[in-house]
Each structure stands twice: as structure tokens, then as C-alpha cells.
């Protein structure tokens, strides 16, 4: 899969949920690779926050990205809506430190994404794939966030709060492509025995009746509740009975706990890669939702690449007579068995170590190690396949290497190991010759890995 980023641009506008100001903001397609990036307008030279786990300064009511004294906040419906639409590269311009709340759901947003459309770029998604169980838990609040693998992404999550009226509430969306219809209406919600505190700490001073859903759950004398009001500069309510007090109904019975669905998918997109795993969140918050975000981008950054999932039984790219097709080496020197994936700027191949591999009457006869330097053949195998997928008839074409760079060793390969080889382009493909990233994996390990440079000529 590619790529994508907005077919066009948009424009929306709207109250700050805590700061009140009128907010304008303005989403614009960016190019490859980009990210998602805020840019604040208002401010002279226009600084940008790249909207990463890393740049998250604050959590409260709210998830907030920042650079130097710079900050912008509640990003999180914004985000849910883009990383749920698949979409990777925007560029969101803001003339305040915080984005309008509109009707305090991902609704609107959702809506104009659809109207503009998406446009594919020729960069590959780079997914992050969930392998094993990773879990996040805060034990004063009983809050946890488990991600376990699966083919895709999906979310449960679960809430419950001390309240006559929102109690426990459960929601789950098991496809994506559902997040428009199912749970980007979903409002942020605020309970009015909170509001008082929020406002006594700056909060909330944009909040209303119709951009929030309201519980009403511990009794309250009719002049309190209407000196609340005026607190909000909303309009006075008349409540008999525990309940919902917002001027919009409910959409769904469990709509709250939607939500909270709703800000989990705009707190991982923070991770800055789509994500395959199933998220179940307890009682999730903001807070523990970036540290998990932040826990995520930590093992990106260790680890550039990811290894690629290997399954022996799913039908490969190419098999070994169509790699016999394409390159030119035969037995003993042929080192690539299958292509399990390839995209516009990768491949990835598989290569079985046996103890019958000849090189291993000499290297060594007591110890079988698979040479360092076949393992960097094998790469360059592999990218040549990459790089002959580039032009028409390529079996008219051989490839040749024209430079090694930093070859680093990790571990040592031997009969019965798999080694998987994921080979990507560094530069754009000119005159024949590209310069490629390649890394040797043994299961989650990267064993070898090395830059080089190679040539495809047309034969004689």
C-alpha cells in the first residue's frame, strides 16, 4: 500500500474548547514522508510541531504537542480522524495554540476528508506491526492499555466512572473503514460536577451545551446549577432528573465510551506509522494514552526497521523460477529462494540456510557459519530484483555492485536459520544505478546490515 495524503484543501473553524478564542484551521496535502506537522500561523516565522509521542508536553483534558515554548492542543480529534482515513502526510496551519472543538466530535473534519478525497503518492506505508503482547497499565487509576498482533487495526475499549448515570460502557470497532459511521459523531463529554474546577483552572472556556455532552449525577439546587450556567455563558437549564443535560441527544447509548475510542485512535496515531494490532484500552485517558505512544516510538527509533512477517505458507511475489528468470546465477551462488513483498521502494526475500550449503565444507567444518560476505551477496541479490522490477523486460538486464558501505556484522548465521532481507532504495533510481539500504533479519533480529551501490546494464 501507498501513501496517501488529501485530495484538496479544507478550512474549519470554530471555538476553543478551553482558551474560547474563534480558531481557524486550514489542512492542506503535504508531500512523502512528511507526517502529520502543525504549523502556528499567528506566530511569527510560523514554527512547526511535528504531531509525534516525543513532542507531547502536557496531558490534561486534552492532548498537547509542543516545540520550545510553542504549543498546540486538543490535536487529538484531528489526528483520529486523518490516521482512521489511512491518510499519512498533512500539514495542519492554526492561528491559535489550540484547535476549534467544533460540535466536539471528529464529525465535521471526518466529513470534509470524504468531500476532498485522498490522493496516493509513490512512497510505501511503512506500518508498524504489533508481534507480541505490549502492555501499559497505571496503577493508582487501574487504567491499562494492551495491544495484542492481528491482521489489522481495531480498538476496545472500556470505561467506568462513579456515576449513577455513565457507569460501565463498552465500545469496539473491528474495521476501520467503520470509524466514519460509528464513532467519529462522538462527543467529548464533561460531567457538571467537574466544571466548576475546570473553569477555576482555565479550562473549558469555549465549552457549551452543544459541543459537549453533559452529565448531570449528583444533586445540585436549581440557582447552583443556573450560576453554572452563567459561569459558561450558557443557557439556563431546568433539571428534575439525573441524566444527559446537552441540547443534541444522544447518537448512541454508549456514546461516551465511542469517544474515549475516538481520542485512543487520535493518541496512537502519535506514533507516526499506521499501526496492525488490536488495542483493548481500560479506562483510558490522555495521559496514558501518549506514554504508551511514546513507549511505541521508542522501539521505532531503536530499531529502524522492522523485521517483515514471514509466512512459509503464503504464496510468494516470486518463486525461484522466476528469480531463476531474472538473475543470472546458478548453483552454488544463487542466494535468494523467494520475494515475499515488494513495493514501489522495497523488497523483501527469503533465503533458507541448510547445512548442505557447499561453503560450509571451509566455513567451518566444526562450526558452520554462513559467510559474512555471502550474506551481503544475497542483499544485493535481492535488491537487484528491486531494481530490475524498474524496467521493462528485465530479463535483458544483469546487476552490478559499485560500492560497500557501512557493513556492520550483528550476530552469526548458521545452518537452519531463515534469513529474511528487507532492501529498500536510499535515492531515486538515475541512469541505471541506485544507492540501497539492506538488513539481514534471523526472526526479530537484524543480523547484518549495509549500504551499497548497484548498477543495472543492459546484456551483450
Known amino acids: ?57 502536557a496531558s490534561n483534558r486534552g492532548t498537547v504537542i509542543g516545540k520550545g515554548e510553542v504549543t498546540v492542543s486538543t490535536i487529538e480529534h484531528a489526528m483520529a480522524a486523518l490516521y482512521a482515513a489511512g491518510i499519512d502526510n498533512v500539514l495542519i496551519e492554526v492561528n491559535a495554540p489550540e484547535m476549534p472543538i467544533l460540535d466536539g466530535s471528529a464529525r465535521l473534519i471526518t466529513d470534509e476528508i470524504a468531500r476532498v478525497g485522498t490522493v496516493e503518492q509513490k512512497a510505501d506505508k511503512d506500518f508498524y506491526y504489533i508481534r507480541q503482547r505490549v502492555e501499559m497499565t497505571d496503577p493508582e487509576t487501574g487504567a491499562s492499555i494492551l495491544v495484542l498482533p492481528d491482521d489489522d487495526l481495531s480498538v476496545d475499549v472500556k470505561i467506568d466512572f462513579p456515576s449513577a448515570v455513565l457507569s460501565n460502557q463498552f465500545a469496539s470497532l473491528e474495521h476501520i473503514s467503520d470509524f466514519s459511521d460509528q464513532i467519529a459523531g462522538c462527543r467529548t463529554f464533561v460531567f457538571v460536577r467537574e466544571i466548576e474546577p475546570l473553569v477555576s483552572n482555565n479550562l473549558i472556556k469555549g465549552g457549551d451545551l452543544d459541543n459537549a455532552i453533559v452529565i448531570y449525577d449528583s444533586k445540585l439546587a436549581q440557582e447552583d446549577l443556573d450560576r453554572l450556567a452563567d459561569l459558561m455563558g450558557v443557557e439556563h437549564k431546568k433539571v428534575d432528573e439525573f441524566g444527559y443535560i446537552n441540547n443534541r441527544p444522544l447518537d448512541f447509548d454508549n456514546e461516551p465510551a465511542r469517544h474515549k475510542l475516538l481520542d485512543v485512535l487520535g493518541d496512537i496515531a502519535l506514533i507516526g506509522r499506521p499501526l496492525k494490532g488490536r488495542i483493548i484500552a481500560t479506562r483510558p485517558g490522555h495521559t496514558l494514552n501518549t506514554k504508551f505512544a511514546k513507549k511505541i516510538r521508542r522501539e521505532i527509533k531503536r530499531q529502524e526497521v522492522q523485521a517483515p512477517i514471514y509466512n512459509p505458507a503464503k504464496e510468494p511475489v516470486m518463486d525461484n523460477m522466476r528469480i531463476r528468470e531474472l538473475l543470472p546465477h546458478r548453483y552454488p551462488f544463487l542466494l535468494v529462494d523467494k520475494v515475499i513483498e515488494k513495493g514501489q521502494n522495497y523488497i523483501v526475500g527469503v533465503k533458507n540456510i541448510t547445512a548442505n550449503e557447499p561453503f560450509f565444507q571451509g566455513h567451518f567444518p566444526q562450526e558452520p557459519v554462513l559467510p559474512g560476505v555471502l550474506q551481503v551477496e544475497a542483499m544485493a541479490q535481492t535488491g537487484g530484483l528491486l531494481v530490475l522490477s524498474t524496467v521493462e523486460d528485465p530479463e535483458r538486464y544483469s546487476t552490478y555492485f559499485m560500492k560497500i558501505d557501512n557493513v556492520k556484522f550483528r550476530q552469526k548465521v548458521v545452518p537452519g536459520d531463515t534469513l529474511i532481507f528487507h532492501v529498500s532504495f536510499m535515492t531515486e533510481l538515475r541512469r541505471g544505478m541506485a544507492m540501497m539500504k539492506g538488513y539481514a533479519f534471523v526472526g526479530e533480529k537484524i543480523v547484518t546490515e549495509c549500504e551499497f551501490m548497484a548498477q543495472i546494464i543492459k546484456n551483450k
Open 1 to 57: 500500500m501507498n501513501q496517501l495524503t488529501l485530495g484538496g484543501e479544507f478550512t474549519l473553524s470554530g471555538k476553543g474548547l478551553h482558551t474560547g478564542l474563534n480558531i481557524t484551521a486550514r489542512f492542506l496535502p503535504a508531500p512523502e514522508d512528511h507526517g502529520y506537522k502543525f504549523k502556528r500561523v499567528d506566530l511569527e516565522g510560523e514554527p512547526v510541531i511535528d504531531a509525534l509521542a516525543e513532542n507531547v508536553v
